[in-house]
């Protein structure tokens, strides 16, 4: 999906389009699962689970 | 940049590649949930600390090596799928690739989450749900590039790609410890 044109493109431009910040905004939101659960907040298994099978493709995506 | 035509265009065989990226990946999750299965006689306790080693030794592989060595198939998608039309082939391409093990798997953290649902003895309905999602997630990257991409978007990616495949094993990996915790009560 590449091409070969040179138009520069800011960094900023080029992160909001990768799949990586995705990545890490679901790590932050099972991160704030986590402490929400520790507080006391039941959270059930398939919760985690989906997150965990999103991140597992999306890490994937380099092979696009 | 994508004209409006175009990105319509583009829009639309995403929407055949997401449907056959969420059959694939169901079809997978439905296939190993059936497998579980045989398993389901063990206690859960132990397939827990099966699935918890195998789930370790496969992060450290995935951040020692280089290039993630694990079995997979070594080839691309033939483009033979789209001789039919461009949507029928956006949505066999979409199932072969969400499926999960069609083509290049080049991290740890599909094997830990396929480990997860052959071992963590959930309903098959779950089994299927969770493989869906997992080829949703496939085809995300493909709707960024056609809402958000900007020439030289396979490059960028490319500069970092390994940390997304890493990254994603460990993320992967600490939600599905944590989910197995949650299931083992």
Redesign the interface.
Known sequence: ???????P?SPA??W?????P???L??AA?GVL?VLHLGGVA?????????????????????? | MASVRGRSIQLRLWLAFLAGCTVG?AFTGTALGVFSGLLSPLPLPLRAGVLGALALFLVVLDLRQPVLRLPQRSQLIPQEVFARGMARGGFRFGVEYGC?FR?????A??Y??AL?VLL?GMPLG?AA???A??????S???L??I????????????S??????R???V??????A???L??LG
């Open positions: 999906m590449g091409d070969l044109s040179t138009t493109v431009r080029r909001v389009a990768d799949p990586l995705l990545l890490g679901l790590a099972g986590g959270v059930p298994w398939p919760v985690p689970a989906l997150l965990a099978v999103v991140a597992a493709g999306l890490a994937l995506s380099g092979s696009t | 990946g999960g083509t290049l798997v080049p991290s953290a599909s830990v989450a997860f963590a779950w749900c969770l493989g999602a997992f080829g949703v997630a496939r995300v990257a493909v960024q590039y809402l958000l991409g900007r020439p030289g978007w396979q490059q960028f990616l490319s970092h790609t390994r940390w997304l495949e990254g994603g094993t993320v992967a990996t600490a939600l599905l944590w989910s197995t949650l299931l």
